[in-house]
């Protein structure tokens, strides 16, 4: 092995880990103001790619328009799904509510399966395919449009988070639900806002990652389970870490696929998943938590 492989694994981890880190950030938003688990945040992910597949192939749309649609359509869904499935039974037990979410994933995937049918497609590269060499590693244009999207995305957040009113009023449901609403802030739309956000952000990993990898109606079962799992590796509840787990995981997957076999590149996630519950299921970047009594 030399450096230029080294570094193709890293360029490669990066590049996929941006999508796990995305799908990641999703399942925290909604975590941190629901207190539960949504399952269905890869299905967002999938109607990301399959939804700018139909408006670019389907309606014959431009590709910059055919993207923004489909994200906003998710986001559009994410809402309906707070509004339509959780909130009737927002005060049934939390197992109920992570139950009411994988019945969703379910639903939408028969959905897509039926309207846009069971083929792979693929979106076209945002500005060509010829690879760019660096450092003797070759790289699809495609994966550095991943990465800085990726970037960008979560600094926005951050200013969301820290800079804004709305943002603030989110992290303070966060803390403490009960104390926020007795402070005049709106919980229920704060958790229509967490759906939004998470569909949101979903399926911008879904648009930027389909040039690489391609989608099908049932990409998201997968991706939502490794979401889940960088999401508990950089310690749920705190979004940057979830982002950071999912960075990690997609590197750590790439060197084991490189190094090992491929066929060992999904159980491998599940490994460290497995040990990171045994030894510090806190998270590498989550605080234990305590409650008094």
Request: aromatic fraction near 10%; charged fraction near 10%; glycine fraction near 12%.
């Amino acid at each position: 092995m030399t450096f230029s492989d080294y570094l193709q694994f890293l360029l490669s981890g990066l590049t996929v880990g941006s999508t796990y880190g995305l799908t990641a950030l999703g399942f925290t938003i909604i975590f941190n103001t629901t207190g539960i688990v949504n399952f269905a945040q890869g299905e967002f992910v999938m109607l990301g790619g399959m939804l700018g597949v139909f408006f670019l192939s389907g309606l014959g749309l431009p590709l910059p328009l055919a993207l923004l649609l489909a994200v906003l359509a998710t986001l559009l869904i994410g809402a309906l799904m707070e509004r339509l499935t959780i909130r009737p039974v927002q005060d049934a037990p939390v197992i109920n509510l992570v139950i009411v979410t994988i019945g969703v994933s379910i639903l939408v995937r028969g959905i897509v399966q039926i309207v846009l049918g069971k083929d792979t497609h693929a979106l076209p590269p945002f500005t060509g395919s010829a690879p760019v060499s660096i450092a003797g590693a070759a790289v699809q244009p495609q994966s550095l449009w991943v990465l800085c999207i990726t970037c960008g995305l979560l600094l926005l957040l951050r200013h969301f988070f820290s800079r804004t009113l709305w943002g603030k009023a989110m992290l303070a449901c966060a803390f403490d639900r009960k104390a926020a609403f007795l402070a005049g802030i709106g919980v229920r739309r704060m958790v229509l806002l967490s759906f939004m956000i998470s569909a949101a952000v979903g399926a911008t990993g879904g648009v930027i990652l389909a040039p690489l990898t391609m989608t099908s109606y049932d990409v998201g079962i997968m991706l939502g389970l490794k979401g889940f799992a960088a999401a508990v590796l950089g310690g749920l509840g705190n979004p940057f870490g979830a982002a950071l787990g999912g960075l990690i995981l997609g590197v750590l997957e790439s060197f084991a696929a490189g190094l090992l076999s491929s066929a060992y590149k999904d159980a491998f996630t599940f490994v460290i998943l497995l040990l990171l519950l045994f030894c510090k299921p806190s998270g590498l970047f989550g605080r234990r938590g305590f409650e008094r009594v």
